[in-house]
């Protein structure tokens, strides 16, 4: 009940944000991760891609970056088409302002879209969307790109018929580079950075998942954009809110309290859910109440996906009463070379064995050796004395692909609940690791999700004794004018109250 007893729910004002910061504000880096160009298809890849990009927000300031952990030439093709489609995509969505700005998500929608612009170019963009998809879909399924297609972009020469997903050189290439003036869309408008990244895989050397793949990306994004601001979404969750950037921005540059802030966390959100989640798995309880509650002692965990960062404590770095960030520190304005040496450069980051003999993985970047790194890096960051903030407005800000049968359910939440007890026993476990260092209810708050998985124990309990005790016929609460009562009595008034 620690969570509940004083929940948070914020509510950012952009308009502030613009009278009081213009366009003076931070660079973004959006990553989004990927590993399998099968259960992950590329066209999806490419929507949730698209839709980064298409942020209300200035477009010189924005970098999106594509981990690819299955080095896949398709997953590569498909970032070279999106390349090609945003300049057609990103003035659409601006010159009607339409959501979502996931192509596939809004051509799935009714047609009632299309009285915002004219029905001929509705159907344009809906056909070079479509046409696109197809060509996709028809490279995944035939497993391999047209040659005609590989000598239009030198990034397709980086694979042969050796390489392999566990087994291949690092590959970095930048598809549109946003601080060259040539960049632009069709109307003459800057577009955003778009980077192709495949770390380096070998057979001998274990490559951390997704943990190791955030941390590539924060190196090799570091010679390219170095923004900093970092917010990270897996492939399948796009950007449901156009001004979900300047809203998260509007409690890092909060005067009062933005120094505190390491990271804002926004909710996981589910569109292919029916109505009655038979399973669960919108996740209610924990959106609605939980994060909320655990903002108010300190922060909610850090939940891997829908979180904007500030790159100096994914990195390392200590909370000071005195701390101040110079948001302009350090960004690329410009390349300093040319692309070829800055892929090289950035070669040279995401090979694996860079990390050997480093801190990364321990004091830097995102935590190695659990299931939920995700949550030990939060509460690593909570420790070295930062806060989080929940933002959950009414419009959700990402919406993803959730599971939908039994067993995808099961297999997700096997995942979590083995992850979170196996920091409830190591050396993470909160009231060791945090202790004088979070508060103790912020320490209870995190052992909700340490305990899930016993906590099954109780449920089952709660399941089985009392069908048993009906049908015996056995009395299920204690008589009236028992001492015994006293508990029952007490947890009916304490939730009544609540």
């Known amino acids: 009940q620690s969570v509940r007893w004083s929940p948070v729910r914020r509510r950012p004002f952009i308009d502030r944000l613009a009278a009081r910061h213009g366009e003076r504000l931070p660079s973004v880096d959006i990553f989004v991760c990927t590993a399998d160009p099968y259960s992950e298809p590329p066209s999806l890849v490419v929507s949730t891609i698209l839709s980064l990009m298409a942020y209300n927000y200035p477009p010189e300031k924005l970098s999106v970056y594509l981990s690819d952990d299955g080095g896949s030439i398709l997953t590569f093709y498909g970032m070279w088409e999106a390349s090609l489609f945003a300049k057609h995509w990103l003035p659409f969505c601006k010159r009607y302002n339409i959501e979502p700005r996931s192509p596939a998500a809004y051509f799935s929608q009714s047609d009632g879209h299309q009285e915002l612009c004219t029905p001929k170019e509705w159907s344009l963009i809906k056909d070079m969307f479509d046409e696109m998809t197809e060509r996709i879909d028809t490279a995944v399924m035939s497993g391999k790109i047209p040659e005609e297609i590989k000598a239009k972009h030198k990034g397709f020469h980086e694979w042969n018929q ?27 408008n800057v577009l955003p950075t778009l980077v192709y990244m495949a770390r380096e895989k070998r057979p001998q050397h274990h490559h951390n998942f997704k943990a190791g793949a955030m941390n590539a990306l924060i190196r090799v994004s570091s010679v390219i954009s170095n923004s900093p601001i970092i917010m990270n979404v897996d492939c399948d969750m796009y950007s449901n809110n156009n001004d979900a950037v300047r809203d998260a921005l509007c409690f890092f540059l909060d005067e009062e309290m933005g120094h505190k802030i390491g990271f804002v966390q926004y909710p996981q959100n589910y569109n292919n859910l029916s109505k009655n989640d038979i399973y669960g798995n919108s996740l209610h309880v924990i959106n609605e109440v939980e994060m909320g509650g655990m903002d108010s002692l300190g922060g909610p965990l850090y939940i891997g996906t829908g979180c904007f960062h500030r790159r100096e404590i994914l990195c390392g770095r200590k909370f ?17 070379e040319s692309i070829d040496e800055t892929e090289e450069k950035a070669k040279s980051l995401a090979a694996c064995t860079y990390e050997h003999g480093t801190q990364w ?22 420790c070295r004395g930062w806060e989080s903030v929940y933002n959950n407005p009414k419009k959700p800000a990402f919406m993803g692909v959730g599971p939908t049968t039994l067993a995808q359910t099961i297999l997700q939440h096997k995942r979590w609940s083995e992850g979170n007890l196996s920091i409830f026993l190591s050396k993470y476990n909160v009231f060791l690791f945090g202790h004088g260092k979070t508060k103790l209810r912020h320490q209870m708050g995190y052992h909700i999700y340490g305990l899930w998985a016993p906590n099954s124990l109780a449920t089952l309990y709660y399941v089985i004794i009392p069908s048993l005790a ?10 009236i004018t028992s001492p015994w009562i006293a508990p029952f009595v007490y947890v009916f008034c304490v939730k009544t109250m609540y």
């Open 162 to 188: 050796e390489i392999t997903s566990k087994n291949h050189q690092p590959i970095v290439q930048i598809l549109i580079d946003g601080k060259d003036q040539n960049a632009v869309d069709n109307d003459g």
């Open 320 to 336: 000071t009463k005195d701390y101040q960030e110079d948001w302009n520190a350090g960004i690329k304005d410009k390349l300093q």
């Open 361 to 382: 993985g321990d004091e830097i970047g995102v935590k190695y050796g659990c299931a939920v790194e995700d949550v030990i890096t939060g509460l690593a960051i909570h």
């Open 470 to 479: 009906l049908l015996k016929g056995t009395p299920l609460f204690p008589e």
